[in-house]
């Protein structure tokens, strides 16, 4: 079992309390007893092994015993910027990206983004938490507040892919064209997709416009094969 503690209360190392959804998961899911071991994470990337020390009614107690070394993060930092979705298709999103490891997400607020009742930035970073509970990283993904896209586009020029329904590169050649040396963003729409505008804004700000094929997918699809694309293509290097 391996269960996320923010760094500061790691660095007690001894009679650390657990938290107490964890607790449970801990005594009522997996029958877990005093003397079992148990992973930590702290979201930064480090890892440790820990012992459950003591019990008191619900509440689980351990110490830090070691550190572990957990090598389940891409040889780059992939940004994920999606679109703004509708009530559990963001929840999905944001633990598939979590899950293929991304290292950010930044939901984004484009024009044809329906905003009303997505703005649940706690319960994503649960989400993303609970992920990486369950996929063995030592990382978190930072979930931010929602961004406007043209906010961003008006910056600095960045470095990535902006997926679209209306053509592009082909992948493969769109992903030998951007900076592996630096963090690569993957953009996607919301449901509507991105307008043409955004779009050319969008390439003139550095993104390379690339495609996931002839079909149209939905976009909490698109989100998760176009992440899971680009990091085989990047470990495939």
């Not at 929602?146 to 020029?157: A, Q, R, V, Y």
């Not at 804004?201 to 698109?222: C, D, F, M, P, S």
């Not at 899971?228 to 470990?235: D, N, P, S, T």
């Amino acid at each position: 079992m391996t269960i996320f503690i923010p760094p500061e209360i790691v660095a007690k190392r001894r009679h650390i309390k657990v938290p107490l959804e964890k607790s449970h998961y801990l005594l009522a899911v997996l029958r877990c007893k005093k003397g079992d071991a148990v992973t930590v994470i702290d979201g930064r990337g480090s890892a440790y092994a820990a012992g459950i020390v003591s019990i008191v009614k619900k509440d689980v107690f351990i110490d830090i015993t070691g550190e572990l070394r957990l090598n389940a993060e891409l040889p780059v930092l992939l940004t994920l910027c999606q679109g703004l979705l509708k009530g559990e298709k963001m929840d999905l999103v944001i633990q598939k990206a979590t899950e293929l490891g991304v290292s950010e997400i930044v939901p984004l607020v484009t024009e044809r983004s329906i905003v009303k009742g997505t703005r649940k930035v706690k319960r994503w970073h649960a989400i993303a938490e609970e992920a990486a509970e369950q996929c063995g990283r030592a990382v978190v993904p930072l979930v931010r507040d929602p961004e406007k896209l043209n906010g961003i586009l008006d910056g600095e020029k960045v470095n990535g892919l902006l997926f679209w329904e209306g053509g592009g590169r082909e992948l493969s050649e769109a992903v030998g064209v951007i900076d592996l040396g630096r963090t690569v963003h993957i953009f996607i729409g919301p449901e509507g997709g991105f307008t043409p505008a955004e779009v050319r804004k969008a390439e003139e700000q550095g993104l390379v416009r690339t495609t996931l094929g002839k079909r149209i997918l939905r976009a909490e699809t698109a989100a998760i094969a176009a992440t899971a694309l680009v990091q085989f293509l990047i470990e495939a290097k």
